[in-house]
């Protein structure tokens, strides 16, 4: 089995969302789920954006068909993802390999994969609260993967800017469900 861990923050040893996929994949790896784990971190290495030319390169698509499991560590930035991010979902999303429009619509191929996302937002986007209609990260996420075909998985630590008994507070959390999500 193989693992892909991303990590896309900014925020280096500070960042909540990189405390979060390393505790997931440590609980990947101890259940024996990934012999292999292939680590990117695109906050230090990035991809650059999109342009014609690098639709030649398959190298990131080779690696994201070549994963059982991938890892993603989502910073909430400006109401969305990093662009850190979008750079590598930009070159998972190709039509012929991992969509398709049929008779019936859209169809996703990247079927069978497990897709587990940390998410670190400041502050709170629940339903009903006032900042709901700005949650374009966890929303973007989930309909990128449904549309290949992958339910992702969550977990979240929210309110990370609102105090720092908060911010321990929602870590603790999320640590906790990390140990679930990966059972
Ligand atoms: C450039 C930038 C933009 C941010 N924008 C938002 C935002 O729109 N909404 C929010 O709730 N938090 C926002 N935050 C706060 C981060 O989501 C929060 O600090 C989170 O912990 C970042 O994840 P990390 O700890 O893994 O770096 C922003 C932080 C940065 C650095």
Do not use: C
């Not at 994201?64 to 109401?79: E, H, K, L, Q």
């Amino acid at each position: 089995m193989t693992i892909l861990h991303l990590d896309t923050s900014i925020n280096g040893d500070n960042s909540a969302s990189r405390q979060l996929t390393r505790s997931i994949v440590e609980q990947l790896k101890g259940s024996l789920w990934g012999e292999q784990v292939l680590y990117r971190d695109l906050a230090a290495d990035p991809l650059p954006h999109l342009t014609l030319d690098q639709f030649a390169d398959t190298s990131v698509l080779d690696e994201f068909f070549a994963a059982d499991a991938i890892v993603i560590g989502a910073p909430m930035y400006n109401f969305t993802l990093p662009t850190q991010l979008k750079s590598w979902i930009d070159r998972i999303v190709i039509a012929g390999k991992t969509f398709r429009y049929g008779a019936n619509g859209p169809e996703g191929l990247a079927k069978g994969k497990r897709v587990i996302i940390a998410l670190a937002r400041g502050g709170f986007y629940n339903e009903g609260s006032p900042a709901a209609a700005l949650e374009h990260l966890e929303t973007y996420l989930r309909g990128v993967f449904n549309f290949i075909g992958i339910e992702p998985e969550f977990v979240a630590a929210d309110g990370l800017a609102v105090s720092p008994e908060q911010r321990e507070q929602s870590l603790a959390g999320a640590l906790g469900e990390t140990v679930r999500l990966a059972a």
